[in-house]
């Protein structure tokens, strides 16, 4: 099979159309299968999912809410072979729950039974699951030796500088070593050596704290605990608190409870183990699960490595996903060595170039330029800040939001996935939307304000609703250079809204879109994939993806945007927007089921299979409508002939092969 680098530069198939259908919509000529469904046992002992609310051991199933996912190629014997087409592990994250649909009657009130506790603390975290093509047919194994679950529950070491501060001591590990599980796993990375990595998003709502906390604490926690989204006495997501005194429930309350030794007889600090990119060995179920300090703890989306250059830095580029939240960089200490594209022991390569770096953060400027600026102990702006006493670097870390404030980073709206060209070395952010962004906070990298969908309004409104993608370019190439020229990829936006001020990027009706989030690049054609998380557009459309086949920094103009002040006066806020996309540039691929997010992509090496994730069709229901199936948003998958239930299903989130019929690459 044709495999390697060969970059497409005219898209070859026929848009697809925005839809609302309660299905898989790809283009003439390929076909969408579904391979992996929440509940999917994982070991041949697992009983077959009822989909009824009745299942419970999600140790040995798929989890819920896929999320990104790479791929891991395997040979005919089973050892690593990154080139394999027909044989491979997915690895992906299981981000969140349709909690509903885990029980019969659906979720109940507090406290929370154990044994609903028992069924949604491990439909979380990360699925390490083999599959197979057979002809053109892919399908999971469900007695794999491969299958694993990695839940809340499953310990981890915590890994670089941050590794043992005083910060890190809890209960579980008095030495503040090690944690117990990972949890609202979103973006993923694959490392050059051939390991996972899982990025925590929103990690911090699963946990709680009492009403009194802050003067119960009477420290610097107060700030972090804040800044992180944990105002004492804000509920927990899932109540699993509630369920007993047993530390896999009680540990969900992080309020200062203990007397002695500091976080040693409470969870006082337990939110500080999260927050984390995560690396885990997918071939080698021994392996220990790595918490990567070294790269900052906040609301981690994707995790995409620079070029690699032998001799240089490795670079890895990451956004905190929340509204106002910033870009940041870590660059390795070590350089890169080609030897370690297949190392003997991956974990140690992972040490090699993961635990010992700087981290950066994003600032943009006005000029189309920007500045990497390092979050460092050592510097004044950190070291003398006055909203919060830093002790040290790993303080730095854990409060990378912080130490990024301090050092004035700039705002975005929202930064989800990056990716990582993979001629250009470019990198680009989605920026998927930010409610919050008003006309007094709009700069030239985030520079659009109007909630008005269709252009009707000339007044602004406070919102970046469709999002846009940003695309930066390292100076010199470099992977640890300090400053980056930027532009805009695309702006979201519907095909019939005002030109001048919304649909910047002149999307048509093949191509508009709205809140992108997923983004990745096929390593075989170099499209890139964009997929949306949308709530602004999906009274016209269902989440989609589409492929692009994107210029270069800078190819664009710059363009001056007009706004009016609360005052009435004019801002202008001029912005870069890059070379509008043309029809064969840019497509509509696919168009998922109802209520869905269409997140998650990987491909085989020959670029002949893509797999994407269809996360939580359906998700909008309440536990009263939970046993009427009339009243569910969407059947889907097993309305196209998945599992139990057929027409009348409960969704459930599932992965999809997508191949060409005849083969080919996807795409082309
Ligand atoms: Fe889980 Fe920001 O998406
Ligand atoms: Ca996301
Ligand atoms: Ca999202
Ligand atoms: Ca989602």
Request: net charge negative; proline share 4%.
């Amino acid at each position: 099979t044709a495999q390697g680098f060969s970059p497409v530069t005219t898209l070859g198939f026929t848009p697809v159309a925005k839809s609302l259908a309660d299905a898989v919509v790809v283009p003439a000529g390929y076909t969408a299968s579904v391979i992996y469904a929440l509940g999917d046992p994982l070991t041949a002992a697992t009983p077959a999912f009822r989909n009824d609310g009745t299942d419970a051991d999600y140790d040995n199933r798929a989890g819920d809410h896929h999320d990104g996912m790479e791929y891991f190629g395997l040979s005919a014997s089973g050892a690593r072979e990154a080139g394999s087409n027909e044989r491979g592990l997915l690895v992906m994250n299981h981000e969140a729950l349709t909690d509903h649909f885990l029980h019969v009657s659906g979720s109940s009130a507090r406290p929370r039974p154990a044994a609903e506790s028992d069924k949604e603390i491990p439909a979380h975290g990360v699925s390490v699951v083999e599959v197979r093509k057979n002809g053109s047919t892919w399908s999971y194994v469900q007695d794999s030796s491969f299958n694993r679950r990695i839940t809340p529950l499953t310990p981890v070491e915590l890994s670089g500088p941050a590794r043992g501060n005083t910060l890190m001591r809890t209960r579980y590990s008095p030495a503040g070593t090690g944690g117990r599980g990972t949890i609202n796993n979103c973006g993923t990375g694959y490392t050059p050596w051939g390991s996972f990595l899982t990025g925590e998003e929103n990690w911090a709502g699963y946990f709680t704290r009492g009403a009194a906390d802050d003067a119960a604490r009477a420290d610097r926690s107060v700030v972090s605990l804040q800044r992180y989204g944990r105002t004492q006495g804000a509920a927990s997501r899932h109540g699993w608190e509630s369920s007993g005194a047993d530390d896999s429930y009680a540990r969900w309350n992080i309020g200062k409870l203990g007397s002695s030794a500091y976080g040693t007889d409470d969870y006082r600090n337990e939110l500080n183990t999260f927050g984390y990119i995560v690396e885990i060995d997918p071939y080698d179920k021994s392996a220990s699960i790595r918490k990567r300090t070294g790269l900052g703890r906040f609301a981690h989306e994707s995790a995409s490595f620079g070029r690699l250059v032998a001799g240089k830095p490795l670079a890895v580029y990451m956004g905190d996903d929340s509204r106002g939240e910033y870009i940041y960089k870590f660059v390795s200490n070590a350089n890169w060595d080609a030897a370690d594209l297949n190392p003997a022991n991956r974990m140690a390569a992972g040490d090699k170039y993961l635990d010992n770096g700087r981290l950066y953060v994003a600032r943009f400027n006005a000029d189309g330029t920007g500045e990497w600026i390092e979050l460092s102990i050592a510097n004044a702006a950190i070291a003398g800040y006055a909203a919060y006493a830093f002790a040290d670097q790993g303080d730095v870390l854990i409060n990378a939001r912080l130490a990024a404030d301090a050092v004035g980073a700039t705002r975005m709206d929202r930064p989800e996935w990056c990716a990582v060209h993979p001629t250009s070395g470019e990198i680009y952010y989605t920026l998927t939307n930010n409610s919050s962004r008003t006309v007094a906070t709009l700069d030239a990298a985030n520079p659009r304000a109007y909630s008005d969908l269709k252009g009707a309004s000339t007044t602004p409104q406070s919102g970046n609703v469709n999002g846009h993608i940003l695309r930066m370019a390292e100076a010199g190439g470099e992977a640890a250079a300090s400053s980056f020229t930027w532009d805009v990829y695309l702006f979201g936006a519907q095909f019939d809204a005002d030109a001048a001020r919304v649909n910047l990027s002149a999307l048509t009706a093949d191509q508009d879109f709205s809140s992108p989030d997923g983004l990745w690049f096929s390593r075989s054609t170099g499209l890139c994939w964009i997929q949306t998380d949308d709530g602004a557009y999906t009274d016209a459309t269902n989440c989609m993806m589409l492929a692009g086949v994107p210029g270069n920094v800078g190819d664009g103009v710059k363009t001056t945007l007009s706004y009016t002040k609360a005052d009435g006066t004019t801002l202008d806020v001029a912005t870069y927007i890059g070379k509008k996309p043309s029809a064969d540039t840019l497509r509509r691929f696919l168009v998922g089921p109802v209520d869905c997010e269409i997140t998650g992509c990987a491909e085989t090496p020959d670029g002949q299979t893509l797999f994407a994730n269809i996360q939580h069709p359906g998700e909008t229901i309440s536990a009263a409508n939970v046993a009427d199936p009339g009243k569910y948003l969407s059947h889907w998958p097993g309305n196209a002939g998945y599992g139990a239930g057929g027409a009348t299903a409960r969704p459930r989130s599932a992965t999809v092969a997508i191949v060409k019929t005849g083969g080919g690459r996807i795409g082309t």
